[in-house]
């Protein structure tokens, strides 16, 4: 069955005319067919479109052109990434019919690698919450037990990944948004080096926290899909322009003598004790190959949730002003000009985004911003000079990537401050600007779980060799959920 394999595996098949890319193709758009009304990761589908791109693809494979490492690979995008004459959504009402005039940068730069893109995949409307339940069009459900949510807010990019749907999807992490769903998904999902990839053309949440990251099947895949969309855009003013390396150099089955970390503060309260044994069985895999393990402190890292909360709902505040109703996106009729403002926004929001906006507004109003804003950019400060301390005697940091498995659906909607406690072992990292990788570790009750591995800044190479070395000495990734038709159509009615 080739739409299970990874990346690299497809691309020899290519290579080898095993298979073609339109065969490949059409095989992704008929396992969506099959699977998709049930898991809902979809938004927007583009057959024809897709069908087209790999036809382009096969003429230059019967030309013995050579192909680059995701030549003619089915991917899907989270919908909060622009494309040119492509519904963008971001999973809200306030942009259901939006269709951008151009493409953000990462797809530019997939097109440019010769990509074939499936379509547009689900998430919390405008990437604000943990579980994919925020989005306008209804939720994604988990593949592993479709009675449980995928994560978020790149739930839908998870899914996609994890139940075959694409070989591979970006998504982008605002605090956890790439890693948790990977986590709860059983799949690979790296969160980049502030400034390493463009964010021009992503839909701003929170535009200080951002990234986009790719959601793959394998440790490999992921660097192939970094090395695409990694590097300096001048378009982004907070792109950073540094010596990108191959990060496919660093996929090396040795770790002997690297030095791992592991933050006491990350197992303490709310982490699962099962989730923590499962992780534990994982360092105990990094100590048998060769690494030297021992424990250390972040001690800010209770300030973490605050302080990032504060941050994100104060710059969301600022960046969904621009949702009017003047410009683009719905607008609402009304008597005057407040009228419009008022009911485009009351109408055109969700509850989650509402929350967050009215948080961040208040965060940043006259007599409160030295209280909560300020002081929260001064807490952020001290959190990354903890990394900072931390990284001067370890290479690599290790944590669950989150406290428990993947919830059941409403089990914690009703009550914001437990659903935000979800990401404690995931905002940190976006904090502090620092990259960080979630590799499956292993399973709790059938549920899998993920090991988060946190590394220097615009040092993904080295996360890559220590999740590269622990996926070649585990099983874990090989894993699939299992979809029969039976359970799908059972949930379907």
């Known amino acids: 069955m080739m739409i299970g394999q990874s990346v690299s595996e497809l691309h020899e098949r290519l290579v080898r005319k095993d298979v073609s890319s339109v065969e490949l193709t059409k095989a992704y758009i008929d396992r969506i067919h099959s699977v998709d009304p049930t898991l809902k990761a979809y938004l927007t589908v583009i057959e024809d479109q897709a069908i087209s791109q790999a036809a382009e693809v096969d003429r230059k494979i019967a030309n013995n052109d050579g192909l680059s490492a995701l030549e003619g690979i089915p991917m899907a995008l989270k919908d909060n990434l622009c494309t040119e004459g492509i519904r963008t959504s971001c999973a809200s009402k306030m942009l259901e019919n939006f269709i951008p005039p151009y493409n953000a940068t990462v ?118 899909v970094l090395n695409a969309i990694a590097g300096y855009d001048p378009r982004d003013s907070t792109s950073v322009a540094y010596d990108k390396p191959d990060y496919t150099k660093f996929l090396v ?105 009215m948080l961040g507004t208040y965060a940043l109003s006259s007599g409160y911003y030295d209280a909560y804003y300020l002081k929260a950019q001064k807490v952020r400060t001290l959190i990354k000079q903890d990394f900072d301390k931390a990284f001067e005697t370890f290479d690599v940091l290790l944590s669950p990537t989150a406290p428990t498995t993947a919830f059941k659906f409403g089990e914690k909607s009703a009550d914001p401050l437990t659903m935000y406690l979800s990401d404690i072992t995931t905002v940190p990292i976006n904090l502090a600007g620092i990259p960080a990788i979630s590799v499956p570790a292993g399973f709790v009750k059938g549920m899998p779980i993920g090991m988060q591995l946190m590394g220097k800044a615009f040092d993904e190479g080295t996360l890559y060799r220590v999740a590269y070395t622990f996926e070649q000495n585990t099983q874990y990734h090989t894993l699939k959920p299992s979809l029969s038709g039976e359970v799908l159509a059972s949930v379907s009615r």
């Open 107 to 224: 797809t530019d730069r997939l097109r440019g690698a010769g990509t074939i893109l499936l379509g547009k995949v689900n998430m919390d409307e405008f990437a604000m919450g943990s579980s994919t339940e925020n989005s306008y069009f209804g939720k994604t459900r988990n593949p592993w037990d479709l009675g449980r949510v995928p994560g978020g807010s790149s739930g839908g990019a998870a899914v996609a990944v994890a139940a075959d749907e694409a070989a591979f999807a970006l998504g982008s992490d605002t605090g956890g948004s790439v890693r948790q769903p990977a986590a709860f998904c059983g799949v690979v999902g790296l969160k980049p080096t502030y400034g390493a990839v463009s964010r021009y053309g992503l839909i701003a949440f929170a535009s200080s926290l951002d990234q986009i990251g790719p959601l793959t099947k394998t440790v490999r895949d992921n660097a192939l």
């Open 253 to 357: 089955n040795d770790i002997k003598g690297l030095k791992i970390g592991i933050p006491r503060e990350y197992y303490g309260a709310g982490i699962d004790p099962d989730v923590a044994k499962g992780i534990q069985t994982g360092i105990q895999t990094l100590i048998d190959l060769g690494a030297e393990v021992s424990e250390c402190s972040l001690p800010h890292t209770e300030y973490a949730i605050p302080a990032y909360y504060l941050i994100a709902t104060a710059e969301a505040s600022s960046n969904l002003a621009r949702y009017d109703g003047v410009r683009y996106g719905l607008r609402a009729e009304a008597e005057d000009v407040l009228g419009m403002f008022k009911k485009t926004r009351a109408e055109g929001f969700g509850q989650e985004v509402k929350r967050r906006i």
